[in-house]
């Protein structure tokens, strides 16, 4: 296999896995992120504990450190080097060694790795989950819709080359939105703004 290929994928998986929703819950003595509303280490659960500012923070750094690998790899390596390192980093945020692979859903970091691979893309999936989250108010339905209409706007946008990625990134936000589409499905989901949501992070 390609040297660069495992170093980018290396790199991506390390800088995906580091815990962002842990370590500022930490910093900011909010808790142990574990034992407060559904367990994840993302910026929705961060909200649950009543700091917007810890929560906006999460959001921002899980989708920077998508973004910052694709970057990275683009002024050092190549395409092919972008994308493992782009998939290594949300696998790296879903599944991060430091907390036994149990990680987050992957959202934000999915952004940041669309919106760092072309702009047009981060901004049509921006304006998917927006739409959507507004027409259903479900935060996980939001990201699923986005998610599965991703692969078609890269396939007819002049942006090809990254259908694959699209389509096995999808796969994997399905994968870990298994729990929200069963309660989507019984009509239990909670809704954005519910006090016992546990939506997407």
């Not at 092919?80 to 599944?95: E, K």
């Not at 952004?111 to 760092?116: E, R, S, Y």
């Not at 049509?124 to 996980?140: C, E, G, H």
């Not at 994968?175 to 809704?191: D, Q, S």
């Amino acid at each position: 296999m390609d040297t660069t290929l495992i170093l980018w994928g290396a790199i991506g998986y390390l800088l995906g896995s580091i815990p962002s929703g842990i370590i500022l819950a930490r910093v900011m003595n909010l808790g142990n992120l574990r034992d407060i509303g559904s367990g994840n280490i993302g910026a929705t659960n961060v909200l649950r504990t009543g700091n917007k500012k810890a929560a906006a923070l999460t959001l921002l750094f899980d989708a920077g450190k998508g973004a910052l690998v694709v970057l990275l790899a683009r002024v050092f390596a190549n395409e092919s080097a972008v994308q493992t390192g782009a998939l290594m980093a949300f696998i790296g945020h879903c599944f991060p060694v430091w907390l036994g692979f149990r990680g987050g859903k992957g959202v934000a970091t999915y952004f940041g790795i669309l919106w760092a691979l072309a702009w047009p893309i981060g901004a049509a999936a921006s304006v998917i989950w927006l739409a959507t989250a507004a027409i259903s108010r479900y935060s996980s339905l939001a990201a699923l819709v986005t998610a599965g209409w991703i692969p078609v706007v890269v396939a007819f946008t002049g942006y090809g080359t990254y259908a694959l990625l699209a389509a096995i990134l999808a796969l994997l936000i399905y994968a870990r939105h298994a729990g929200n589409i069963k309660r989507l499905r019984a009509g239990t989901e909670t809704k954005i703004g519910g006090s016992k949501a546990k939506t997407a992070d």
